[in-house]
């Protein structure tokens, strides 16, 4: 538990792509402030910390734990770095968000649960997908018994920059990756039925690699048994959608005993087929859920309550997709 009335300080380590998302919301929050960004490549972490407004950048990111002395360090960099670097940071005693996938490997990833329970630091996984305001939306109808007991939930993910000779443009490392659809997208599918509907196992799943110019997979179809009863099906393909993507990137259908809620590409929800009134907000990602994560996991980090994204309970998630490409291999 931390003081309520003390501002945390906090480091990035990654100036890439998606740290831009954590670093905009970081500098909306009360109570926070990133004094510092570290990335390896030449002059990235300078040009990152001008962007956003960050007084130190750094090469190096043990030098940076080193003379900063953070409170918590947000890890926004590749899986197959994330143990390494979660090592790291619980030696200097910080507290650690590392962004999902936790790493390529389930052992590590528990490796990475390990470090920090050792040094008496806690791990927080940056899972987003969940906090989206149209689930959150969904997750609280669920729970007033609008739709009756859960019966089946649906999700479809089409988006189309995985086509040509250079998909994923803004990601290219994607097209480097031994496991893709799964496990960096669908993966949030996953967590977010979670959320929904409570745990659940994997039935059958199937892969394929579309377009022959990337390592992984890029075209999935997942069945799911939740323990309450319901089913789920979740496809996904990187294709058949429109660039850019809408911002939900596909659609989500939920099925109760005495009612359907729908939650279209836009983050519209219809309950019954009729358009519920409701208006996400506009800033941030995706509904300003990078926001919200990260409001969630200070607010653990200050009052000691577990967070919906732990390092231990995320390791669930993790596990459904090593399950997923099992079933699949197999």
Known sequence: MMPH???????????GFFAGFQAEAWMRMKGVAIVAVADPLPGKAAQFAAQHGIPRSYMSAEEML????????????????HLALTQLAAQHGAQVICQKPMAPRLADSIAMCEACEAAGVRLLIHENWRWQPWYREALRLIQTGVIGPLRHLSFDWRTGDGNGPEPYAAQPYFREMPRLIIYESL???LDTFRCLAGELSITACETRRVNPVIAGDDWAEIEVQFANGATGFIHGDRHTGPVPSPVAMGSMIIEGESGTLRISPEGDIY???QRLDFTPPSLGYKGDSVLATQQHLIHC???GKPAESEGRAYLTTARLVEDAYKIANT
Request: no cysteine; aromatic share 6%; charged share 30%.
């Open 301 to 303: 980090l200050r009052t």
């Open 271 to 273: 309950s019954n087929d």
């Open 5 to 15: 009335d003390l501002t945390f300080n906090g480091v990035i380590i990654g100036a």
């Open 187 to 189: 993966v949030h599918i």
């Open 66 to 81: 080193k003379n900063e002395k953070p409170d918590f360090v947000d890890i926004a960099t590749r899986p197959d770095t």
